[in-house]
């Protein structure tokens, strides 16, 4: 009897264990393909001096004098149309910038959402927020600036752009995190009643032997 209790108890926890393991990727930051090319497509970016040869931080912005007014305009997080501007590191060729925006992009969206939509940070973990989507859905097309710097360590290019967020946009994302927080809740929901399915035949097996014993 005592063998059947830990058997019935290994059963329930394998079982609880197998389950969890199939949904723990609802609620595990999303990788998406993008970020997996983000990852092939690393830049090293040389290092940038100011005037008096002293290193620069390589997101640092630095504005030439035939910039365009959005690029140094503040952005515009109220009213119905919010506007983001953002920006490349400082990279040696106009190719490299490029080969970084999804990155970037990607990233000042998660902020952008974190900030004044949600308010949790747990952008990264909605799967239909990619590069992809953001490219397609808030860049502003022919928005977009690449400064050439000259530097006493070398020429450098920094690449700007506008992403630009409608109140449907808005919307979208907040039925992604409402979809994300019913699959949050349903796995917690799941997890207990198998603990307490597992907790219940596991009692009833000891009540089953207790007795047992009573009667012997």
């Not at 998406?32 to 931080?57: C, H, I, R």
């Not at 080969?99 to 799967?127: C, F, G, M, T, W």
Request: proline share 5%; net charge negative.
């Amino acid at each position: 009897m005592r063998s059947n209790i830990i058997a019935t108890l290994r059963r329930s926890v394998l079982f609880s264990a197998v389950v969890l393991a199939g949904l723990l990727p609802l609620d595990l930051a999303v990788v998406t393909a993008d970020e997996k090319a983000f990852e092939k497509a690393v830049v090293d970016s040389p290092e940038v001096t100011n005037d008096q040869g002293s290193p620069l931080p390589k997101s640092v912005p630095l504005y030439s004098d035939d910039k365009p007014d959005w690029v140094a305009a503040p952005d515009v997080l109220d009213g119905n149309v919010h506007r983001v501007t953002f920006t490349t590191e400082l990279l040696e060729s106009e190719e490299a910038c490029r080969a970084q925006v999804d990155k970037i992009i990607l990233d000042a969206a998660r902020q952008y959402v974190n900030q004044h939509v949600i308010d949790e940070p747990i952008a990264q973990k909605l799967s239909g927020l990619t590069a992809s989507w953001v490219r397609e859905n808030w860049l502003v097309p022919n928005r977009e600036w690449v400064a050439v710097l000259e530097r006493p360590s070398g020429t450098y290019h920094q690449l700007w752009g506008q992403l630009e967020i409608f109140p449907e946009d808005r919307q979208q994302v907040t039925a992604w995190y409402h979809d994300l927080e019913i699959r949050r809740r349903s796995l917690l929901c799941l997890f207990l009643s198998l603990s307490v399915g597992g907790l219940a035949g596991v009692t009833n097996m000891g009540l089953r032997f207790w007795k047992h014993r009573t009667r012997t």
